[in-house]
């Protein structure tokens, strides 16, 4: 049988898997980070598919493209995909891409900038797997909105951007432990329904397509933990770099981080993200840094069968 291979480099942030496509990746041609991914959603899905979902992957996959950047003081341009679409931005899948490709010989120590779909991004490869991000403007639209849920009743919350779109629930307050994340799920799915039937978008009509759950911390020294449903219906196992983006903003419109200060936010299965922010110079939002730590686990070569009628994944 022939084969078709993609040459891939898988890692996991913070627990949160990330598998980098080295090679064999569609030519998307030129453009901006923003160009390419509307060029693969639009040419070439079935490459996203055969790449994070079964049987090569799973629900909790998330893919990186690596490219050429537009800008000669770029190191690469880099976008991110899941087992249902696309994330315009992804913290922990550019920290396991700076691990990457730190592996790989292209990136030394030291401060890079990648361009992603929504932005240029700036991140610091420490010594021992630690990578900070320096992430995109990121900021509260809609604070303390109400919802009514068809199993929850009504649940508040608020509208924030950390590079993806997060409601950010306020209450009812949830136990946030990983022996509940079949109750957790079901409660962030009946959520996000309820954002959809009532109309609740982000800006420019985005959806809302993450929900964040937060409680109190296990982990000596964190402030929060918590849990994030992503658009596929799987949960983070990182305490997700978008989403404490998101807080950030929101706690520094609440006034309750000063800028500089250290958040520690624990993931739910006890991994640990350190954010702080500075202050964006016209007020709107702040650029949060998130640092975390990421491990390469498996160098592979994936085989797509020309007679293998599930050879393009299946679909979630």
Same mark, same amino acid.
């Given at each position: 049988m022939e084969h078709t291979r993609i040459t891939i480099i898988d890692s996991h942030t913070e627990g949160e898997p990330?598998? $980098? !496509?080295?090679?064999?990746? /569609? @030519? #998307?041609g030129g453009g901006s980070a923003a160009d390419r991914l509307e060029r693969l959603r639009r040419e070439h899905d079935n490459f996203r598919s055969c790449v994070v979902n079964e049987p090569r992957g799973h629900d909790a996959m998330v893919g990186t493209l690596v490219g050429e950047p537009l800008s000669s003081e770029s190191a690469a341009q880099l976008i991110f995909f899941n087992n249902v679409g696309y994330l315009g931005m992804c913290v922990h899948g550019t920290i396991g891409a700076t691990v990457t490709l730190a592996h790989l010989g292209r990136l030394q120590l030291g401060? +890079?900038?990648?361009?992603? /779909?929504?932005? @240029?991004? *700036? !991140?610091? #490869? +420490?010594?021992?797997? *630690?990578?900070s991000v320096e992430n995109v403007r990121s900021y509260r639209l809609i604070e303390n909105v109400s919802v009514a849920t068809s199993h929850h009743g009504t649940v508040k919350g608020d509208v924030a951007y950390g590079g993806n779109w997060f409601f950010l629930v306020n209450e009812p307050e949830q136990v946030v432990s990983s022996r509940r994340l079949t109750d957790l799920t079901a409660f962030a799915v009946d959520v996000r329904q309820a954002l959809r039937r009532s109309g609740i978008r982000g800006d420019e009509g985005a959806e809302v397509d993450h929900v964040e759950i937060f409680g109190l911390p296990e982990r000596d020294g964190a402030d929060s933990k918590n849990f994030v449903l992503c658009p596929g219906n799987a949960y983070d196992r990182s305490p997700c770099g978008t989403g404490t983006a998101a807080k950030i903003a929101c706690l520094a419109a609440d006034g309750k981080l000063a800028?500089?200060?250290?958040?520690h936010q624990e993931s739910i299965i006890g991994s640990q993200f350190e954010g702080s922010y500075r202050v964006v110079p016209d007020g709107n939002g702040v650029i949060p840094t998130l640092t975390g730590? %990421?491990?390469?686990? %498996?160098? %592979?070569? #994936?085989? $797509?069968?020309?007679e293998d009628p599930l050879s393009m994944g299946i679909a979630s």
């Open positions: 990330t598998r $980098v !496509v080295v090679d064999g990746a /569609p @030519d #998307l401060r +890079h900038r990648f361009e992603t /779909p929504v932005g @240029d991004v *700036a !991140v610091e #490869l +420490h010594t021992g797997g *630690a990578v800028e500089g200060q250290t958040w730590r %990421a491990w390469i686990t %498996a160098e %592979a070569t #994936l085989l $797509v069968g020309r």
